[in-house]
């Protein structure tokens, strides 16, 4: 059993699900979020995909273990195949909404639909700050972030730690 374990490590995701972009969108308002799930359902609807999004009630559930106040997605195909964005905050800084894009099986495809999608959002809600990726392909948390040149970055404070996080990542199967 040892042997097994030792064997172990993260395992490798298929490139399809490969985080491409992200951004970030203030939306501490119900009716700030409630726009921003319409134009998702928009664009889902008029590109031919389709968006599940959390109810107020499924939220409250899962309070008690993780706070969010939005919680959405873009998928390709009836049974979900494949997801295309994601719209979501996180309990640590409630309202800053991250706006995720995935590669895909069809790059190209996801490609014109994030443009779609971001022109739409850019209508509604103006800029959309960028929110970088870390070296090792990971978002920073919410927390860490700050408003820098129109971009989202990480706190000077906080630049350390992601260092050291993506030093020790360890992708072997």
């Not at 040892?2 to 972009?21: D, F, H, V």
């Not at 495809?109 to 392909?137: K, V, W, Y």
Request: hydrophobic fraction near 35%; glycine fraction near 8%; proline fraction near 4%.
């Amino acid at each position: 059993m040892l042997l097994l374990l030792a064997g172990c490590g993260a395992a490798e995701q298929p490139e399809w699900i490969e985080l491409t972009a992200a951004y970030g969108i203030e939306a501490s308002s119900q009716g700030e979020r409630d726009q921003l799930l319409r134009v998702f359902e928009r664009v889902a609807e008029t590109e031919g995909h389709h968006m599940d999004a959390a109810t107020g009630q499924e939220l409250a559930l899962q309070a008690d273990v993780y706070e969010q106040s939005i919680k959405a997605c873009i998928w390709v195909g009836e049974d979900d195949e494949e997801m295309l964005a994601c719209a979501q905050d996180f309990e640590e800084r409630l309202g800053l909404v991250f706006v995720t894009f995935y590669r895909g099986t069809e790059p190209q495809r996801n490609q014109a639909f994030r443009r779609r999608l971001l022109d739409e959002l850019q209508t509604e809600f103006g800029q959309l700050p960028s929110i970088p990726q870390m070296p090792n392909g990971a978002l920073p948390l919410a927390e860490d972030l700050i408003l820098e040149d129109g971009n989202y970055a990480v706190s000077e404070e906080n630049s350390q730690k992601y260092e050291a996080r993506s030093e020790g990542t360890n992708t072997s199967p």
